[in-house]
């Protein structure tokens, strides 16, 4: 009896160990069944990631023939994804469905699946059909996508016109217009296939809302939203909705506050309040203390007014278009909390730093030609631990500014930028972008790097930088002081921004606020995508326009920026472009505005509307990356070991692209437009022209030079390489631009160590990272010290920075145009008021010393050659004599017209032995006479 008692008790108990062994079963492998209407299959396939615990690299999965069991069988196809090697771990995957190599998305946004801890079996199905954002576990998932017949699009494409595209063949018997709830009447009706149109018998009514009513074939009748994707571009649209007003965003004015939001189509706006910018998912809250509905006011805005200050506030708003509902942060948000989740109410009056006054820029310019343009990355300065700075301020804001720092005598970081001498900071992007965890930065193992260019919230500053991303306030008082810092050293701030595309596509905020409206689409009606990152901006429309435009007077208002570089500036349309320029100059005439004149994929934009190349010379105020003159001085960015001038390669081609620098960008006589990238002169002005050799992207100089002579055996030739190149820029007309770290040739090696690192644009920062120590080297301080030395000399002297093609014509002559490897030109002063009447600038390029006859009509001093470069002589030459100028280098000779020609007359001296001083300077002809040999040497 015993033994039969203790049996029942032992069948349940392992029954239930069987179960709790096959509920705790490990996801293995991953089923993704995939549902389209029509069985068109062909090339659609998954991108998939491991989003969590921690984002990695996705990769393409293949979809077949839905085989599985029928329990599991979805009448599709079905994609296995195996939770092994980079995704091994995995407890949400992130995935796409496309069509080949991202031709097109069904559904944009990125959707995620959970992986269970502990489930039912090693097999996860889970299912999708076209369409459809929803994600089911299971076939008959109430919260899975619905497989029944749906019409997949409906909006105006004309005032009066509704466009619709099904999922089956439908009647126009079975198709109807409501607006507001009421039926329409119509004057056409037609449909072909799978698309079909109504006519309405009445232009839209902006203020009502639409929905198309169509009965399926399974006898279901629903509706659909109409949206107004195809009329947004329309006058009337822009009409009805184009708001003027300065007061977007959340504003504090007389102790009250006031916020203001468009959102033409939603037929809904609540504001929510809180306490804290950190959202549950980062250990804060998601419940708001206070959510108030918003009013709709003018022009599609949504308005309400607080009656107290709420600065340090932190707030979202839940807009709702047709069945959704979303909560996002303000696009006007001027900070936010960690991770640009939520934006924050300040008032900049209350926080401001002591001292800081508003637009206030140093005098250090009157014309864009005056610049000399660092482009420096905020975390490269302070990383490496031969910064040797504060632990507390390393990565960050503060360090770009932290003073007295050197390494073995020399100086680094700030100290060493104010020692260089430049004008012009210029940060690649600190506005919020989206592709760092904030809260995970200073974590083991975590990279925390990245260059920026995936924008989330266009006016809060990047948290990674501040002390304290947590706190929305900290970041504005620490750039604020990092203005303050550098104006005080009389060193101008430029900001990198990237307007043309977000960070998220169907996901970001504006998208969720108003469908459609600030990207541009393609005739199928996915994301253009211009900007090779998922999608493009719509700049040519209205409220795009006005926000872009609003957006740069903040930052130039706020915080006194000096200057904008436009990333993929192509994508913004020519009258962008120029209302930007227009309205910065407005503030400061020496607000600089310029850009990178090419785009990363294809665009809708026309090309007769694209600020590029081919349409700069209209935009007044506007220039332009010159990759003329970097391509023709060291080679193509495209072709790793392809050199140009300065290693030696004399083509027409590179030598006129040279040329073209040097000119400033203009329609000089000996520039030929044919033989340049857009087959024409495309700056026509040196205020439009930024002539550099390298940036962020691609090869740093030193890589590229390594590259290109690695093969020859010539890497001894780096060094006067490295100098060269950018005496070229820094001696040309037109705007000069310079990589941070150049100047004491940096490096980026590879992370894998083979090779180098062209695109580190999300590389460690064992890649990224300034080195300091190298810096301290004998070598490094000698490239330096040149830098240093022509950074001098051009702020010095005037006719370097002429600031019309007229001038350049009228004063800049090239010259020993047949001889071999050299580029050089005579400069006049002109009008300039430079303190030398006249300049000869030589680049020998040949890899040996080559004699040059100097002009004649007067005395030639030299104040620079390979080793040095100020205003002092070295050597004086007699006009019409030889000069030897040593291989790879760039000599500068100067002379004063004002003082008549230099022939002195000889003074014939007799001595016996000993030593002669002469006092003074200039040139002596010294004849002596040696008595054994009988010979005079001269």
Do not use: C
Not at 264 to 284: E, K
Not at 549 to 560: H, K, R, T
């Amino acid at each position: 009896m015993k033994k039969l008692l203790i049996l029942a008790f032992m069948v349940p108990l392992i029954a239930l160990m069987f179960s709790m062994v096959v509920r705790a079963a490990a996801v293995t492998d991953v089923y993704v069944h995939y549902y389209r209407y029509q069985n068109d299959y062909s090339d659609w396939n998954l991108w998939a990631w491991k989003s969590k615990p921690v984002s990695q690299d996705g990769a393409s999965f293949t979809f077949s023939e839905d085989d599985t069991a029928t329990s599991f069988n979805y009448g599709g196809v079905v994609s296995k994804i195996t939770l092994e090697g980079d995704l091994a771990g995995t407890t949400e995957l992130g995935f796409i469905v496309r069509k080949g190599d991202w031709l097109q998305k069904d559904i944009d946004n990125d959707r995620f699946i959970t992986i269970p801890v502990d489930h039912t079996s090693s097999e996860l199905h889970v299912y999708l059909v076209e369409g459809d954002a929803a994600v089911g576990y299971g076939m008959d998932d109430p919260d899975g996508p619905d497989k029944s017949p749906k019409i997949k699009q409906a909006y105006f494409n004309a005032l009066n016109r509704i466009y619709f595209v099904s999922t089956e063949m439908l009647s126009v018997d079975n198709v109807n217009i409501y607006k507001d709830d009421i039926l329409q009447t119509t004057d056409v009706k037609s449909v072909d296939g799978l698309t079909g149109y109504v006519v309405l018998n009445e232009d839209v009514d902006f203020s009502k809302a639409y929905e198309v009513e169509v009965t399926f074939s399974d006898n279901s009748t629903r509706r659909f939203e109409v949206t107004y994707d195809g009329i947004y571009d329309s006058v009337e649209f822009e009409d009805a909705f184009g708001y003027e007003g300065d007061d977007l965003g959340a504003h504090v004015v007389d102790n009250k506050t006031t916020f203001r939001l468009w959102a033409p189509v939603s037929s809904a706006v609540s504001l929510n309040l809180y306490t804290t910018g950190t959202t549950a998912r980062y250990g804060g809250s998601d419940t708001p203390y206070q959510t108030i509905p918003m009013l709709k006011d003018v022009k599609g805005t949504y308005f309400v007014e607080v009656n107290e200050s709420l600065h340090g506030v932190y707030y979202t708003f839940s807009v709702t278009n047709g069945s959704t509902t979303s909560e996002v942060i303000d696009p006007y948000a001027v900070s936010s909390g960690v991770n640009g989740q939520r934006g924050l109410v300040v008032d900049f009056n209350e926080i401001n730093p002591e001292g800081f006054t508003y637009n206030d820029r140093p005098d250090n310019m009157s014309s864009y030609t005056d610049a000399i343009i660092y482009e420096l990355h905020v975390r490269d300065l302070t990383m490496h631990s031969s910064w040797n700075g504060s632990e507390e301020n390393r990565g960050k804001y503060l360090g770009l500014i932290e003073r007295g720092t050197t390494y073995n005598g020399v100086t680094t970081g700030f100290d060493h930028i104010v020692e260089l001498g430049v004008t012009h900071v210029q940060l690649l992007p600190f506005f919020d972008y989206g592709v760092v965890d904030e809260t995970r930065v200073g974590e083991d193992g975590y990279n925390a790097f990245n260059w920026g260019y995936m924008p989330l919230n266009f006016n809060v500053l990047e948290g990674t930088y501040s002390n304290d991303p947590y706190d929305g306030l900290s970041r504005v008082v620490e750039m604020k002081q990092v203005i303050q810092a550098f104006h005080e050293e009389d060193i101008r701030i430029n900001m990198d921004v990237v307007y043309n595309h977000t960070g998220l596509s169907a996901d970001s905020n504006l998208n969720l606020i108003i469908p459609g409206y600030y990207h541009r689409k393609t005739e199928s009606g996915a994301f253009s995508n211009g900007s090779g990152t998922g999608n493009e901006t719509a700049s040519e429309r209205y409220m795009v326009r006005k926000f872009f435009v609003d957006s740069v007077l903040f930052w130039a208002n706020e915080y006194n920026m000096s200057g904008f570089r436009f990333d993929l500036m192509t994508l913004h349309d020519i009258e962008t472009m120029q209302q930007i320029a227009d309205e910065l100059h407005a503030i400061d005439p020496t607000i600089m505005v310029y850009g990178e004149p090419w785009m990363g994929g294809t665009s809708t934009l026309p090309a007769s509307e694209q600020a590029g190349k081919a349409n700069l010379y209209q935009i007044d105020g506007v220039g332009a990356f010159n990759d003329d003159l970097r391509d023709g001085v060291k080679g193509s960015v495209f072709a790793r070991a392809e050199g140009a001038f300065i290693q030696g390669k004399f083509t027409d081609s590179f030598i006129n692209r040279v040329r073209y620098g040097i000119a400033g960008g203009i329609a000089h006589p000996d520039v030929t437009g044919s033989l340049l990238s857009n087959q024409r002169i495309w700056h026509t002005e040196p205020t439009k022209t930024i002539n550099y050799v390298t940036a962020h992207d691609n090869n740093t100089l030193y890589d590229k030079l390594y590259q290109t002579l690695e093969e020859t055996g010539n890497t001894a030739l780096i060094p006067a390489m490295m100098k060269q190149a950018n005496a070229i820029v820094l001696l040309s007309q037109g705007v000069t631009f310079l990589h941070a770290g150049d100047e004491f040739m940096r490096s980026k090696p590879s992370a894998t160590g083979d090779g180098f690192d062209h695109n580190s644009y999300q590389s460690p920062d064992s890649v990224n990272q300034m080195r300091w120590d190298y810096k301290s080297r004998d070598l490094e301080m000698e490239i330096f010290e040149y830098y240093k030395d022509l950074i001098a000399f051009r702020k010095n002297h005037p006719a370097l920075r002429m600031t019309t093609s007229e001038d350049i014509i009228d004063n800049l002559e090239f010259v020993y145009k047949d001889v071999s490897g050299i580029m050089a030109y005579q400069l006049t002063s002109g009008d300039t008021g430079d303190s030398f009447e006249e300049m000869l600038i030589i680049h020998n390029a040949n890899r040996k010393s080559t004699k040059i006859k100097l002009p004649t009509g007067g005395g030639w001093n030299l104040v620079g050659n390979q080793n040095q470069l100020t205003d002092e002589t070295i050597s004086t030459h007699l006009g019409g004599s030889r000069i030897t100028i040593a291989a790879n280098s760039s000599y500068v000779l100067v002379r004063d017209l004002t003082v008549d020609d230099y022939n002195p007359a000889p003074v014939i001296i007799s001595i016996t032995i000993g030593s002669i001083f002469i006092p003074g300077g200039g040139v002596f002809l010294v004849l002596y006479f040696l008595k054994k040999k009988k010979s005079i040497v001269a």
